[in-house]
């Protein structure tokens, strides 16, 4: 825990709560007469209100991306390693905001929010939402804080999607876009994925079809094991195998022994599942994975990417990682091949990898070298 902070460190850090009265209308074709948004902010906002950078987070990510809440705490923020005096996001130069997106579990209006019609949880009958809700709702936020033009939009994986969705949705709020580990849409095995960790969830008894919280429990057996089938996929066979090997927790293959062999990778994800089904929402991950299943980018511009793009007016950075088979490069390659087919300024990296998707999140020298200076022109060309 830290005594005392890191000179690249934000410190301790205090989110806001903002509430919004105007409704807004969602996708699905419902409306939320009101709503409130759970912020972070790090950096001074200038006087022009021009270096403004918002983050956009990915699945179980939420606004503290950066810095401490109590001295005490062990863990910093989940983009820590990137946002901070003198790191590539660099809260010298920029104005970061970090928020939990709606229908989150951080404390934005999501499942866990009372209904005002019915004055208990929302639960399962929170509406459905898509990407582009989320991209409403934060260009409200961005009005909120007075920001006419972001100086980037970025984001891994869904945070990416979110930030592409900026460049299309209000191409002259925002100058560059930053979409890492990401895609235009999800592969069919993707979607399979979220469906097997969707029904891992509503097949625990607990779940009680999405008003466990009516009935004063939790599936939380359910998310441990949907967490743990997500995180398998975020990493890379090849990072399994250097981190945990056949390495044995407990047990023996010796003749005679009866006792049941626990490999260690066992272990770790049973860890990973029970300390995720503590903190997040079970209605929260269904409803964010099916918002990852339904992006589709150039669905309404006639399933052509180059046409989508054409509506963008900002550069991108693109990167992908070697080992990342949930969003291959082949993935990113497409969105950098559509962006060049709409004469749009793109800079691309593929960053050997051996951590797979969840490359994104780490301190890799490349990539941290490529981000920081792209980040470095963001900021001298405002």
């Keep these: 825990m830290p005594e005392t902070f890191a000179k690249d460190s934000v410190g301790l850090v205090t989110p806001q709560t903002l509430h919004f ?39 179980s990510g939420n606004h ?31 104005f970061v905001v970090s928020l939990n997106n709606l229908g989150g579990c951080h404390g934005s209006t999501g499942p866990r929010s009372i209904n005002p019609q019915t004055g208990q949880p929302w ?7 898509r990407v582009r809700d989320w991209v409403h709702s934060q260009a409200r936020l961005a009005d909120r804080l007075g920001i006419e033009q972001w100086a980037a939009v970025i984001g891994g994986s869904l945070g990416g999607m979110q930030a592409m969705r900026w460049a299309l949705e209000y191409p002259d709020r925002l ?48 998310l441990a094991v949907a967490r743990m089938i997500g995180h398998i996929t975020y990493l890379s066979g090849d990072g399994m195998g250097q981190k945990f090997g056949r390495e044995i927790r ?3 293959f010796q003749r005679g022994q009866d006792e049941p062999v626990e490999f260690q990778v066992e272990s770790y994800l049973r860890y990973q599942g029970d300390v995720f089904s503590e903190s997040f929402d079970a209605n929260t991950y269904i409803l964010m994975t099916r918002a990852l299943d339904y992006f589709d980018l150039a669905r309404e511009y006639d399933d052509d990417p180059i046409q989508a793009f054409s509506h963008a007016s900002c550069r991108f950075l693109v990167v992908s990682f070697t080992t990342d088979w949930r969003f291959a490069p082949e993935r990113s390659r497409e969105i950098v091949e559509a962006l060049i087919g709409a004469d749009k300024a793109v800079s691309y990296a593929e960053v050997e990898s051996e951590y797979g998707h969840d490359a994104f999140l780490l301190p890799i020298d490349r990539y941290y070298r490529l981000f920081n200076e792209y980040m470095q022109g963001v900021s001298t060309h405002q």
């Excluded at 105007?22 to 270096?51: D, F, H, Q, W």
């Excluded at 001295?71 to 923020?77: M, S, T, Y």
């Design 21 to 59: 009265d105007e409704p807004l209308m969602l996708a699905c074709g419902r409306e939320l007469e009101s709503y409130e948004l759970v912020i972070e902010t790090y950096g001074t906002l200038n006087p022009e209100k021009s270096n403004g950078v918002l983050i956009c987070h990915a699945l």
């Design 250 to 252: 407990s047990g023996s």
């Design 123 to 129: 639960g399962k009958d929170f509406p459905k939402l």
């Design 175 to 222: 100058r560059h876009c930053v979409v890492i580990a990401s895609a235009m849409n999800l592969t069919t095995q993707n979607i399979a994925f979220n469906e097997t960790a969707r029904q891992a969830i509503m097949s625990d008894p607990k779940f009680h079809d999405g008003d466990y919280t009516l009935a004063d429990t939790y599936p939380k057996d359910g």
């Design 64 to 94: 503290h991306a950066a810095g401490y809440h109590r001295v005490e705490d062990r863990k910093p923020g989940w983009w820590d390693s990137y946002i901070g005096p003198g790191k590539p996001i660099d809260t010298n130069r920029f």
